[in-house]
Structure formats: C-alpha cells, structure tokens
C-alpha cells in the first residue's frame, strides 16, 4: 500500500478512526444507523420571521 491519509475520528479529538462505526449510529435509537432524519436535531418543515415594519425610505431608517 501507498501513502494513505490518517481518517481521524468525527467523535473524539486525537483519536485515529478505527472503523468502530459509532458516529453512525442514531442518537435518539441506538439500535438504528443514522439516515439523516433530522429528528435529533427537531429540524421544521418550514422556518417563520415575523416582520414588524417594511422600511422603503433609507432617511426613515433608525439604527
């Protein structure tokens, strides 16, 4: 084998991957991989902002 780049580890710092697969495991079941679904981090649908005022004349603005 050629040079290979050291793969470190996602989960702790210093350590070298090992091939363990444990950053792959589902946080919220730790019988299931990980699959992206979001719930772990309670990602929406949608995002809302509520706009107090729209400000079109820049002498109006206040900062």
Not at 15 to 42: A, H, S
């Amino acid at each position: 084998m050629g040079d290979m780049e050291t793969k470190m580890c996602v989960l702790y710092d210093g350590k070298e991957c090992d091939g363990c697969l444990e950053c792959m495991v589902c946080d919220l079941d730790p019988t299931k991989i990980c699959d992206n679904c979001g719930k772990c981090l309670d990602i929406k649908d949608y995002a809302t902002i509520k706009i107090d005022k729209v400000i079109t004349d820049p002498d109006e603005y206040q900062e």
